[in-house]
């Protein structure tokens, strides 16, 4: 889910700035040391927006920088347990498929994509049942729920979020309108 949220957050401004402390300038600052990191409590920084305030600063020892406590807004990516997302198959292996959900990916594992058995094409990059004839591959459209989640602060590209399409409404986005044109197409009951 992505949020607008007020932070607060310290910056080093080098000595070279320091006769332009601006907004803009802490901006810069803020955005270079946040904007793709993870965080526990608010997820991913997807983009430091706007600077609200800008604190005292503060020197200390044996640093050259002056230190100042900011208030901002950012926009942040937070999955949250159970979200529906919508996202885009960047990548297919054999256990499963990589699916970009803003900016991070989740795994969709092969368990977790149909109740079909799903064999790997790795050179076509995809995913295919013999029953349905039915793919999934890089670029396909498709809708997940978030089913598990462990977000690594230290190393984001580290960080796991499991997904499911195995729901009623969820799955491929070609499916899930193959599905609805057969429920509109069938015969309501007691129609003769």
């Given at each position: 889910?992505?949020?607008?949220?007020?932070?607060?957050?310290?910056?080093?401004?080098?000595?070279?700035?320091?006769?332009?402390?601006?907004?803009?300038?802490?901006?810069?600052?803020?955005?270079?040391?946040?904007?793709?990191?993870?965080?526990?409590?608010?997820?991913?920084?997807?983009?430091?927006?706007?600077?609200?305030?800008?604190?005292?600063?503060?020197?200390?020892?044996?640093?050259?920088?002056?230190?100042?406590?900011?208030?901002?807004?950012?926009?942040?990516?937070?999955?949250?347990?159970?979200?529906?997302?919508?996202?885009?198959?960047?990548?297919?292996v054999n256990?499963?498929?990589?699916?970009?959900?803003?900016p991070v990916?989740?795994?969709?594992?092969?368990?977790?994509?149909?109740?079909?058995?799903?064999?790997?094409?790795?050179?076509?990059?995809?995913?295919?049942?013999?029953?349905?004839?039915?793919?999934?591959?890089?670029?396909?459209?498709?809708?997940?729920?978030?089913?598990?989640?462990?977000?690594?602060?230290?190393?984001?590209?580290?960080?796991?979020?499991?997904?499911?399409a195995k729901?009623?409404?969820?799955?491929?986005?070609?499916?899930?309108?193959?599905?609805?044109?057969?429920?509109?197409?069938?015969?309501?009951?007691?129609?003769?």
């Amino acid at each position: 889910m992505y949020k607008r949220v007020r932070l607060r957050d310290t910056v080093e401004v080098p000595p070279r700035h320091l006769a332009d402390v601006s907004p803009a300038m802490v901006k810069k600052l803020l955005q270079d040391k946040l904007e793709g990191r993870m965080d526990e409590d608010v997820g991913s920084v997807v983009s430091v927006i706007e600077v609200h305030d800008i604190g005292d600063g503060a020197v200390l020892p044996n640093k050259p920088g002056v230190y100042y406590e900011a208030e901002f807004d950012a926009l942040t990516f937070d999955p949250q347990m159970q979200e529906v997302v919508d996202g885009e198959v960047v990548e297919v292996v054999n256990f499963g498929a990589f699916i970009g959900i803003g900016p991070v990916d989740g795994l969709l594992h092969v368990s977790q994509i149909s109740d079909e058995y799903l064999a790997y094409d790795e050179e076509n990059q995809q995913l295919a049942s013999r029953e349905s004839n039915r793919t999934l591959g890089v670029g396909d459209a498709v809708r997940a729920r978030i089913v598990t989640k462990s977000i690594d602060e230290r190393n984001p590209r580290d960080s796991k979020i499991g997904l499911t399409a195995k729901q009623v409404g969820l799955g491929k986005h070609g499916w899930l309108k193959e599905e609805r044109k057969k429920r509109e197409s069938a015969p309501e009951a007691g129609d003769s």
